[in-house]
């Protein structure tokens, strides 16, 4: 079946077909190399995309699910001025990620300051421990989410 969606803000067009999933059709056919799966379903979040604003991942969602929807990834959200205060948050506290957790831990943050703007230090720890990585310790990585959320409200309060 073809499908449509909006990928990193522009629209696009894909055969799929059903068992395939979006990990997959991200990653084959639109090449966003950022996409990884390093587990077999058991909850690793270095798959994670933001789908209408909300963090999922994208190992378990079967690619048709995407139709109509509005998909992130770690590419598309490097293009928009949110990420600096994310690189700027993160290199802040001398927290730099890995590249395969990297990019989930980029959009993790994301979508946590899109639902709020002063996350609570538990909120920002379910945030460090979606992505299951040991690149980095999860207490540096929830400094760093809340030092991103701080950053965020100043730029936005001195527009
Ligand atoms: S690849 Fe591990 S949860 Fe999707």
């Not at 600096?84 to 993790?108: H, M, N, Q, Y």
């Not at 760093?144 to 936005?156: D, M, S």
Request: proline share 5%; net charge neutral.
């Amino acid at each position: 079946m073809t499908i449509s969606f909006y990928l990193n803000g522009q629209p696009v067009e894909v055969d799929v077909l059903p068992h395939r999933r979006s990990t997959d059709v991200l990653h084959e056919e639109f090449g966003l190399r950022s996409l990884h799966r390093t587990c077999q379903n058991q909850g690793c979040g270095i798959c994670l995309i933001l789908l209408d604003e909300q963090p999922v991942l994208s190992c378990l969602l079967p690619a048709f699910e995407l139709r109509d929807r509005d998909i992130w990834t770690a590419e598309g959200l490097a293009l928009l001025k949110e990420f600096g205060d994310i690189v700027e948050g993160f290199g802040s506290v001398g927290v730099r990620p890995c590249p395969i957790c990297g990019p989930a831990r980029t959009l993790a943050t994301e979508a946590l300051l899109r639902r709020t703007l002063r996350p609570t230090r538990q909120q920002a720890k379910d945030t460090a421990a979606s992505i299951r990585c040991d690149c980095c310790s999860e207490a540096r990585v929830i400094s760093a989410v809340l030092k991103t959320a701080r950053i965020r409200e100043a730029r936005l309060h001195a527009q």
